[in-house]
């Protein structure tokens, strides 16, 4: 497994911060490894599938709530808690997208 990840965002969950189209890269981040909230973090989600959120906290059991920036986003009680195993990486670096960086012009 690769230890750096770059990942495309896809809608609008994290916007204004990231918009849809941004860069992002990840970290892998080894369950020994502390996490905490406020963290931006890539997680293979047992219903959804892979997905892009902030960590918004951790419970006394140890589970990890998440949450979009987006208020049109999924709540962290619609999503439901994911176990530490289902964080694939933190995100360490990211670069917004603007309304024309992810589109290229025929001849550029």
């Known amino acids: 497994m ?3 990840s770059s990942y495309r965002l896809h809608g609008h969950s994290l916007a204004p911060r990231l918009p849809q ?7 892998r981040w080894p369950s020994r490894w502390r996490l905490t909230p406020g963290a931006t973090v890539v997680v293979e989600h047992p219903r959804l599938g892979q997905l892009v959120k ?9 589970r990890l709530w998440l ?32 309304p024309s960086s992810h589109q290229l012009r025929h001849g550029a």
């Open 2 to 4: 690769r230890w750096f």
């Open 21 to 27: 189209h941004s860069l992002i890269i990840s970290m």
């Open 54 to 62: 902030r960590l918004h906290r951790i419970d006394d059991n140890g």
């Open 67 to 98: 949450r979009g920036e987006h208020p049109d986003g999924l709540s962290s009680e619609q999503m439901g808690p994911v176990s530490r195993q289902c964080i694939k990486g933190r995100v360490v670096f990211s670069v917004a997208a603007t």
